[in-house]
Each structure stands twice: as structure tokens, then as C-alpha cells.
């Protein structure tokens, strides 16, 4: 651990602030599963029937399979959007929410996805349209995401966004800190 790591665990012990927020930013996290992202976002978003996911196809070998088969397993449909070039963001994002009436958008980390632009936009859009937004990268959470799911070491790791979670009046279930750990920002 860095000396300016343990200096700012100290600071925030010393103000009473949790130390699990500090612990957190730099615990290494990889990817979780489809299934366990979708089964922990059903776990948070009960009413959870349709999920529109953002994607460079090309980039995710076998995704149309994966999620068909995840969509017998969860018993949610997928519709999938493959973004090609940067205004397919602004355009697919709006149908999945208005013509296909998304309760959740799934974004993966694509080249076009991590633009910073591109992320505001998405944050933007899902908070005026209250939809649940899922990221792979816990940065979209703290510009505003609502959560993202990660493996940890022992347990999966959920990054939720506090206001997210007020504006989509949202509720942690008890028995998911037990099997998660969960980081608020």
C-alpha cells in the first residue's frame, strides 16, 4: 500500500468517514459474469422485465448468443443495440428508452462507450428517463451511472451511485450485503 494511501486512511479515520470508500478505489475488480450482473440487477430491480444493451457487437464474440441464452435463464428480454459510430449512442440510447420502454441500459466497455462524452451523455439520459443504468467500469458510476457489478476477490463487488438510487427509488436488499459487498459513491 502507497504512503499516500495509508495517509488518507488515516485522514478518513481521523474525520469518522467510511474507510470501505478508499479500500474500494483500489481494490482489484474484474469483470463479472452476464449471469451474475443480470441476477445481482434483478436482485436490486425487482420489476425488471427488458434491458437494452449499448455495444460494439464486434468487439464481444458470441453476444447475441450469450444474452439468448441468458434471457431463458433470467427471464429477461434483451434488445440488443450495436453501436457502430458515436451518434448510434444518442440514437439508440432514446428508442431503447422511449420506443422500447427499457426498465435497465446495459453498457459494455467499448472504445466509443469510455468517451467521456459519450458517458455524461449516457448519465444525462438515463437520470431524465429514470432507467436503471448497469456499466462493466465503475467510473460511469461515480459520474452518475446507477450501478456496476464487478467480481472481487471472494465476493461480488456492486458500485452503486447514491443519488441513482434516490431519483429510481431504489432499495438495497438486507440479504445482498451478506453476499456482496457493496460500495456507495
Known sequence: MSKKCLMFIVFCSV???QIVFARNDIQETKEASFLQQIFILKQLKPDLKKIGVLCQVKD???VETKLGRLQKQAQV???LYDI???PD???HAKNATTSKKVDALWIFADDILLDSKTQSYLVKHSIQSKTFLLSVQPELVKKGGTACIRKGQSKPVIFLNQKAINLMVLAIPPGLTETAEVIIF
Open 77 to 79: 428480454k434483451f434488445v
Open 15 to 17: 474525520l469518522g468517514l
Open 84 to 86: 457502430k459510430k458515436l
Open 89 to 91: 449512442v444518442a440514437k
Open 60 to 62: 464481444h464474440k458470441d
